[in-house]
């Protein structure tokens, strides 16, 4: 976990310190800015894999390049290995070091021969590339101004520059509004910000930005002539899942915790982790009483494996102490549709009691987008394009967000057709703009690192390559091949009940406290404030109001700056959630604002 910053084409060192600073938490083990030749550059670090020598920035002086690297290389061996036979000498044995000599060898195809989680950004000369891993793990955001370009891991770097706006683009608010996340890889919720597409190149040079996808998720499939064996594809999934795991338990000296909830996937994460190390294993769970529903199971199962597991309990006001903090961080809106706007709280909770052990934790992010996992989805595809269809019918006729739904759920219905084209849009943006951005942003508050080992590049890989047939099976069954290929494991420590218990995920650590929650938000925005709020076209209740709200008022409002001691409820005491949009809505002519928002017109 690192932060990296930047201003590509002007020297501004002051700046590029103000840029590192609002997210030295996502480093907080180093920090350094530097000039490059007429460029701006800061890094803050997490020591993993590196040592406190390997310091980045990294300057090849001789040939001129700069290299500023977030993420894990997990394949970095091999790499050094094979550079070594042609000449190379490497002087410390960190990840970052093997990257810029593949740049020099393949161009800006070196990302094609890296495995991991990363974001780069390699200035070499008259260009600046950055590049982003194969699924969006890890994030990286840019905005252009000239021939200048101002790029960061966190939106609110960006925001440090003075000339980069921060406006709210009506556009992703209507995907946002559809689908519960940004469906546009490419785009933020403020306007001209861009992140770095999920396997995806960007290059400037100090007039155009082009993209260059060295990745496309491949297209899901079904089994037509049954020339791939189910038996086999269980066989070749244990040894995959095996081998990653090892190599996740490998990369690093750190001691590594495991997200336990009890469900199929955490569960098998802990169970695997058991077969491949000969140390103890930490395990976490939240919970809001003994009554909820993992926390039994995911204590069966640390019982079971032995493990050190480490129990929190969640109560209102941890939730309300954190939820600032939260959408601070997270840098994006909460809102209902494919998930459940409770989980990432959930898990921001969690990750900082996980910090207080940790530097390095695994998460069982991918897996449902892999294995099929989301029950209700794949099994009763045309009952959710219904869901889809109503949100996107509030938006003009004309709206590209509705040919976009229209594109997903085709005319005739056809149940086969919408679970193949689910299967391919939760997997990229349903997982890069929802899961794995609150993930990062989550750790990344209390300087950790999360790693998906579901989503390491061969394990997941041949998952995709497997037909959906194979994952999902009528009416009933989900993650079919993924509890096959658990249910020796499970059955060796006695856990096979997890293989058919309902699943849950987590917002079920908070479903108890929920109607409290609800309760005080409600009291904090009644009635008569969801209805008079300017953007009311695009929330339904309290809870949407107080998410978009408190998000506006950090990310636009405050440009990314949080306000120590903040109080939500002095927040709506003082009206402050009313009075920074005066500016929004004068800004419009004729009275019209809220029409202009629906149809997208207008100065935002």
Known sequence: MCGICGIYNEKNLSTVTAMLESIHHRGPDSFRTMLFGKHSLGECGLNI?????????????????????????????????????EGYIFTSNTDSEV?????????????????????????????????????GI????????????????????????????????????????VFGYIFSPDRTLLKDIYQVSPGSVVIFGGNRISEHKYYQIPTPFYQDNGNIVYE?????????????????????????????????????????????????????????SEDAPDFNYARRAARAIGSKHHEFLVTPEDYFKELPHFVYHYENLIAGGVFDIQGGIAFQILSEHISDFHKVAFTGEGADELFGGYYWIYTHPLGFSDRIRER???????????????????????????????????????????????????????GFEARPPYLYDDLAEYALSLPIDFKVSGKSITKKILKDVAQPFFRKHGLEEILT??????????????????????????????????????????????????????????????????????FYKGRINEDMYDQQISAHSGGNFRQDLLVGTGPC
């Open 99 to 135: 990257i810029i000599p593949l740049y020099r060898k393949y161009g800006k195809d070196f990302v094609k021969h890296l495995k991991g989680m990363f974001a780069i950004v390699i200035i070499d000369k008259e260009q600046i590339i950055l590049a982003r891993d194969k699924f």
């Open 501 to 570: 218990r309902k699943k849950y995920g987590m917002p079920a650590a908070i479903d108890g406290i929920s109607p409290k929650i609800r309760r005080q938000i409600n009291n904090l925005v009644p009635y008569e404030t969801i209805e008079q709020h300017p953007f009311r076209d695009y929330i339904k209740d309290a809870v949407d109001v107080l998410m978009f709200d408190l998000f506006y008022y950090f990310v636009i409002q405050k440009r990314g700056k949080f306000e120590t001691g903040f109080s939500i409820d002095e």
């Open 138 to 177: 890890k994030p990286l955001y840019y905005y252009q101004i000239g021939d200048r370009l101002i790029f960061g891991s966190e939106i609110k770097a960006l925001l440090q520059y003075p000339d980069v706006p921060a406006d709210l683009d009506l556009e992703s608010l209507k995907e946002l509004m």
């Open 49 to 85: 894999v590196r040592s406190k020598d390997d310091t980045l920035p990294l300057i090849d002086e001789e040939n001129e390049i700069a290299l500023l690297f977030n993420g894990e290389i997990y394949n970095y061996q091999e790499i050094k290995d094979e550079l070594v036979k």
């Open 392 to 446: 996107a019918s509030k938006l003009p006729a004309y709206s590209r967000v509705r040919k976009v739904v229209q594109d997903i759920f085709p005319p005739p219905e056809d149940e086969a057709t919408y679970r193949k084209n689910l299967f391919h849009i939760l997997m990229g943006a349903g997982l890069a703009n929802y899961h794995l951005w609150s993930v990062d942003r989550s750790c990344g508050s209390f």
């Open 232 to 288: 086999d594809s269980i066989l070749q999934l244990t040894a995959s899942l095996l081998k990653t795991f090892e190599l996740f338990h490998d990369h690093g000296d750190q001691e590594k915790g495991i997200y336990l909830s009890g469900g199929l996937d955490s569960t098998l994460m802990a169970v695997l982790s058991k077969e491949v190390i000969n140390k103890p294993i930490h395990t976490y769970t939240l919970y809001d």
